[in-house]
């Protein structure tokens, strides 16, 4: 198994084989978060104005961000620790992320898409292998989708271990990015919107038991399933 490594949406365009589009903080450990509270459909988009249009009454709920903020008229901002918070049997949830859902629907030339999260990495490399890929290329989408960061840096690594079946000390990469610059916005009293709830969250390893495989739709979106 071949396992290359690229960079936010040019590196998603050129991905090929079996593609991991890696969004810690905190997009994918949100959609993780929607489906343990019941969510019927997730439907990743990558343009907030497709994501308005695609309201469907009060069965759908938009959620969303840029530069970390909620989007204005969304029910949600990018945030796992406000969607634990409510009831979602039965919800479809429109999402659309800075980074992100970016990589998803920019993934073109993959033969299937994952998304990249620590709370489900393990059930996330057990799909891959299920399909005996050749190439895995796992997409670091960064910070806005143009700055490197520790977080997605940190869960590639791990994923390429997992995959690779290397030892990984789980409680060293907590401890690193705690400590990341990239961390501090959810220790920041100015920036309520991301809260230190998120951080916890977005570091549960592995608590969920299934991997989220991207569907593409039609207009620049892609559902995401659940794969036990």
Known sequence: ???????????????TGV??????????????????????RVVAVGNSDKALGLRRGDNTLLLGERFGKRIEGFDFGNS???????????????HTTHAGTQ?????????AIFTGALVNAKATVLAIKALQPQRVTLVRMGLNAEQASDEDSACADYLEALLLAQPV???????????SPYSQRFFDPNQ????ASDFDWCLRFNCFDFALRATPLNDYSCELMVVN
């Open 80 to 94: 796992p620790t406000d969607v634990a918070a409510v009831d979602l049997t039965g919800k479809t949830i429109v």
């Open 1 to 15: 198994m071949e396992i290359v490594k690229v960079d936010f949406v040019k590196g998603a365009k050129a991905a």
């Open 19 to 40: 593609v991991v589009v890696i969004d810690v903080f905190r997009a994918f450990t949100t959609a993780c978060v929607c489906f343990a509270k019941g969510a019927q």
């Open 169 to 179: 000390d789980e409680p060293k990469i907590l401890d690193e990015l705690r400590a």
């Open 192 to 195: 309520p919107w991301s809260p």
């Open 103 to 111: 990589g998803l629907v920019n993934a073109t030339q993959a033969s």
